[in-house]
Nanobody
């Protein structure tokens, strides 16, 4: 599967933004999908994940209650709705896919990656 993320931009603190990740290839609805982010000088960190069916989700504590991950299997797209953005949310956001489980939160556990999309939140 090939992934392409887009939707990043420059926003102010408190604003909302929705990221999208479109997949190409077959059987998107069998992949568990995730969002990670990486700020300059830091390691890539887990943001959220969603099971192939969309029923199960997990979130990092830092985004819980503000971000929502969802998917539309018919459109082969996964979304990350980000509300109440904070300057510390500034990072390059990546989508990732894997077949094994939606429970994985480490980058090395995901086989497929999209290119990143930059989100900048000004104070």
């Amino acid at each position: 599967v090939q992934l392409q993320a887009f939707g990043g931009g420059l926003v102010q603190a408190g604003d909302s933004l929705r990221l999208s990740c479109i997949a190409s290839g077959r059987a998107f609805n069998t992949y568990h999908m995730a969002w990670f982010r990486q700020a300059p000088g830091t390691e890539r960190e887990f943001v959220a994940t969603i099971s192939w069916s969309g029923v199960n989700t997990r979130y990092a504590d830092s985004v819980k209650g503000r971000f929502t991950i969802s998917r539309d299997n018919a459109k082969k797209t996964v979304f990350l709705q980000m509300n109440s953005l904070k300057p510390e949310d500034t990072a390059v956001y990546y989508c990732a896919a894997d077949l094994r489980t939606y429970r994985n939160t480490r980058p090395e556990e995901y086989r497929y990656w999209g290119q990143g999309t930059l989100v900048t939140v000004s104070s």
